[in-house]
């Protein structure tokens, strides 16, 4: 079902089958969000940001608090995934009573799509799902999300240094936003930047002309569903289709999703949003090898 039938003689990038994510992980441009199930419009959900205060205003908070599911516990379990090619440099498992870091690892992200190659960290892991010394592939399982270090509430905290950190518990306390900023990422921003940099690579396209995409219409349409090439989504679709991804043939039509304005649509091999806020389209859901859960 990957891809869908095929029929314009298409297959899929043999890198997908290193990606064991399964479904439900936001992805651009072959850069992942790493929380499974995180939401677009909200990946938060309460969590700590980037530069918010915690530790009663004595920490700039060095990352984001990434949680999926929509209540305290929803992502325990969960997968987290390599946003991008890296090394697994550390794999520290939690003594099982010190409050702090949990179960965590620190990914060597060195990827050329990387904006600028960044030492990416873990915490709170429930599980571990890769050795030290270990390559990883974008989108590969690193671990589970869970709540190791005494949260109550499992989470996915993330953080992306500049550069080799002083230790692997390296932690900001009393540090200003401004010493924050100088040696991490705002990974929100790490992330926008990369994608775009990614997209830009190995001359791969970035639009499509209207002649293109009124050609592409046939393949996607092949299932019964006439789409208007046109809309967002559809440029996303026949940009997808141009650059050897695969979206697959419609299955629906646009459709109202969730209470913020978006608009989805379901290919065979992938979900698209459209969010009015910003008018981007993102992936909301990859289908591998036939797995969307
Ligand atoms: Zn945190």
New binding site residues.
């Given amino acids: 079902m990957n891809g869908g039938p095929g029929g314009l003689g298409w297959v899929p990038p043999g890198v997908k089958s290193q990606a064991g994510g399964g479904g439900g992980f936001l992805e651009q441009n072959g850069v992942f969000v790493p929380l499974q199930y995180t939401s677009a419009g909200d990946p938060l959900q309460g969590?700590?940001g980037f530069c918010d205060w915690?530790d009663n205003g004595r920490t700039p908070?060095?990352?984001?608090?990434l949680n999926s599911g929509g209540s305290c516990n929803a992502d325990e379990g969960v997968q987290v995934v390599a946003p991008t090619d890296g090394l697994v440099v550390a794999v520290l498992p939690w003594d099982g009573y010190t409050s702090g870091e949990g179960n965590h690892l620190w990914l060597y992200l060195d990827s050329p799509v990387c904006v600028a190659p960044a030492y990416m960290h873990f915490?709170?892991l429930q599980a571990f799902a890769v050795d030290e010394g270990q390559r990883v592939a974008a989108g590969q399982v690193i671990g589970t999300c869970g709540r190791t270090g005494n949260w109550d509430c499992a989470?996915s905290?993330?953080?992306i240094a500049k550069a080799l950190p002083s230790s692997w518990w390296q932690w900001p306390y009393g540090w200003s936003v401004a010493q924050v900023q100088a040696a991490y990422y705002d990974p929100g921003l790490w992330y926008q930047q990369t994608v775009e940099k990614a997209g830009g690579m190995n001359g791969l396209p970035m639009d499509t002309t209207p002649e293109e995409r009124q050609a592409m219409a046939p393949y996607f349409a092949m299932y019964g569903v006439s789409p208007n090439m046109e809309t967002a989504i559809m440029k996303r679709a026949a940009l997808a289709y141009k650059r050897d991804e695969t979206p697959g043939p419609c299955l629906t039509d646009e459709y109202p999703y969730g209470d913020q304005g978006f608009v989805r649509q379901n290919f065979t091999a992938r979900i698209l949003e459209w969010h009015p806020q910003d008018n981007q389209v993102y992936t909301v859901e990859v289908v591998k090898d036939g797995i969307s859960t």
Avoid: I, L, M, Q
Avoid at 61 to 65: A, L
């Fill in positions: 969590g700590y915690t908070h060095p990352g984001v608090d915490d709170h989470h905290h993330e953080e």
